[in-house]
């Protein structure tokens, strides 16, 4: 199985829970493919960079998934007819980030760069 990154974009005008329902929906989608659903982060409502079906705003979901093909092009099959997701994007990745706290990544960057430093 492969590892994705799902990031999606939801309607300014439902609420947080209703976001948590549709990220349930989607894990529920990913299990019954054979998947898995590695992490599930919910990022808020946000400003958008330019308006997208009349919304200035979004919520933001991100999933890392470990599953098959076939289980993200369901998953993204039903991202199309849902109304409520303004956008997604899906991305194989190699390995999952550990964190999607910039700073925090940045630190652990640096102490992983200190470390190689002091091994040679």
Not at 45 to 52: C, E, F, H, M, Q
Not at 79 to 85: Q, Y
């Amino acid at each position: 199985m492969a590892l994705y990154e799902h990031l999606l974009i939801a309607r300014q005008d439902i609420s947080a829970q209703q976001v948590d329902a549709l990220a349930t929906h989607l894990k529920t989608i990913i299990e019954s493919e054979g998947g898995k659903v590695e992490k599930q982060e919910y990022w808020g409502l946000r400003g958008l960079a330019y308006r997208i079906k009349k919304n200035r705003k979004g919520h933001y979901v991100l999933l890392n998934i470990n599953a098959p093909a076939n289980a993200v092009q369901e998953l993204e099959r039903q991202l199309k007819i849902n109304e409520d997701v303004l956008r997604y994007i899906t991305v194989k990745v190699e390995k999952f980030e550990q964190s999607s706290n910039k700073n925090k990544r940045e630190r652990e960057d640096k102490s992983e760069n200190a470390d190689e430093k002091e091994a040679a």
